[in-house]
């Protein structure tokens, strides 16, 4: 294994290779720029792009490109040459300050929701100095954001620089509220875990479902799947290690710290979690990774599936979005400290979240919404599509104390154990165990555990930014009007938030029945399925959250929100007739093969003056399952045709969910019980068995 120290971040421009690289009057502009928003002059853009091609170069780079993240949720980029050949045969450096500021790829096939026609395709990508510039291959690449011709966003970065915008001006300004008036600048700061699966690549290329949707549409259960639990943090098969070596290797040099892996729940799966940055950068590490992982994969004749449900039977793939505030002086606002009850400043931000994530659960909903994530969510193996708050019974204590204006007095039950006066350390007091909840306290940060597997972490992060900006705004407004004792202000807003909003919070298993009729009583919103919770996006009261935090203009909600729905519709669209094709094409002939080898057989005992055996009774349930699937797979059929019908997006994925889905699910049922019934060699496509258990 390469040596950490020696690698680490070496295909980064960071701050140290700036420093070195820069002068120093350039150096500290470009810091200006990067903690406090200032512009580059364009002199001193020319002498970064001079710096940065200079650097690349000599890490072997001949290209450039500006690498961005339109709403398809993976990156995009476009390659240019750092040299350009003249007509008189000489080579000329191509690559300058403005190139590295503005690009303007042809962005006509890059989602828009209407927001741009095709006559004005074109579209801007800008460079975000704010997470460093990198090598990938031969090619240097600078984190963009991309934005139309007039000017509005197309992309899952632009919003999230918002939000963290939003979110630390509301913050300090709470804080000066406080007499913090040492802190300037409050950073969101995100480590995702991510989930995922890895199958041998040969499977993969047998199977269409798994090459055109990421997920098997077929799949018999097979006899042990993780009933034993033995493959949760279970030894590495040789080739899983070997993929795990080289693939810490490239993000290391890529300035990721990865520094656990191992088997998760379900057979074939693993988990990477990096250590924890800014979450503009974390977001970009992420979207990073996951490319990353899937081309390591390759070279070790691996597939690495990034669904959120690739197997039914097993657990599906999440992406644990672990969020928490820090200020520019190094303090973390969710640490409680050993006192957190009379930490007013500390339960100030407490009680912000659990406003913030009360109020707009809705927008924690959708922001992880997606045809492959319905397949997770409420499935007893991730968190329900209802959104609540796990705090843990201490801070749960601290918490029902002040609510009800008593003293807390501590938790009995650890004290007494521990038979010593002090105070148990708090963070590590509270930190989780509870894995059911959607949203937990785990210590000094907040878990989100809806996002799925594939999806960009750019979306929640800007939702968790945002509506917490708008709670910390609520507060500072208030306190701001009060000229006499804050703390006891701040107090009776805690109090108030805490009964307001308390609902909110749910220490118990999120995965029970129970839970479910007991949130719809609370009152919580439950958008079972993405087709259900999209269109609320753009409801009134979110278009005015985030007009008011500057993060989206009303159409932009509106385009989005569209662009939501079409991926929904395309993705169901392009499972069923994948799924369709499949039986007609595959699965119909295999079973009719069968049937075939069965029938000669027949012919041949009879001849043979045999009696009949259990063969003929075998062939006719083959026969009947052969004919049901055929008459499900013209359902299907049908249903498919029905989705062309003239429909606006929310309506045309409502017919997907309760028209297609369903239509699916029968002809999922019947090949699955065909599958068992049917010789091993004859059917068409490696079984669950074949994939996932060695
Ligand atoms: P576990 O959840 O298994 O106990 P950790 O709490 O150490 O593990 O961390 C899980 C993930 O949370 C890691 O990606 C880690 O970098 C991230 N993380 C840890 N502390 C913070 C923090 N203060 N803010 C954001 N992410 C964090
Ligand atoms: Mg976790």
Known sequence: MADFEHIFSTRVFNDAVMKKRLSPATYEKLRRVIDEGDELDITAANEVAKAMKEWAMENGATHYTHWFQPMTGITAEKHDSFLSVQSDG??????????????????????????????????????????YVFLKANTLCIPTVF???????????????????????????????????????VFAEVGAEQEYFLIDRKYFEQRRDLLYT????????????????????????????????????ELWRLGVYANTEHNEAAPSQHELAPIYTGANRACDQNQLTMEIMKNVAHRHGLCCLLHEKPFAHINGSGKHNNWSLSTNTGENLFKPGNDPYNDTQFLLFLAAVIKAVDEYQDLLRISVASASNDHRLGASEAPPAIVSIYLGDEMTGVLDAIAEGKKYTGHNRERMEMGVGALPDFAKDTSDRNRTSPFAFTGNKFEFRMPGASQSIADPNMVLNTIMADALTDFADRLERSHKDRTAL?????????????????NGNNYSEEWVSEAEARGLCHYRTAADAIPHFSDPKNILLFGKHKIFSESEIRSRTEIMLESYFKIIKIEAQTMLSMVRCEILPAVYRYESSLCRLIAEKSAAGLSDGHEKKNAQRIATGADE???AAGILDAAIAGSDAPRNAEDAAAYMKNAVLPA????????????????KDDWPFPTYGDIILH
């Not at 639990?229 to 993929?243: A, M, N, Q």
């Open 214 to 249: 990421g997920r098997t549409l077929f799949g018999a259960k097979p006899p042990k799947a993780q009933e034993l639990d033995d493959h949760y943090f279970g030894t590495l098969r040789p080739e899983v290690k070997e993929f795990m070596a080289e693939l810490d290797e």
């Open 90 to 131: 000489s080579v000329l450096s191509d690559f300058s300050g403005k190139k590295l500021i503005k690009g303007e790829p042809d962005a006509s096939s890059f989602p828009s929701g209407g927001l741009r026609s095709t006559f004005e395709a074109r579209g801007y990508t800008a460079w975000d100095p704010t997470s």
């Open 147 to 185: 934005c139309s011709y007039s000017g509005q966003v197309l992309d899952k970065k632009t919003p999230l620089l918002r939000s963290l915008e939003a979110l630390s001006a509301a913050a300090v300004r709470l804080l000066h509220l406080l007499d913090r008036t040492d802190v300037t600048h």
């Open 629 to 631: 699937l055929y008459e």
């Open 664 to 679: 699916m699910c029968d002809v999922r049922a019947l090949a699955d019980a065909l599958e068992t019934n049917v010789g």
């Open 490 to 506: 701040a107090r009776r807003i805690i109090r108030e938030t805490l009964k307001k909003h308390g609902r909110i919070i749910f």
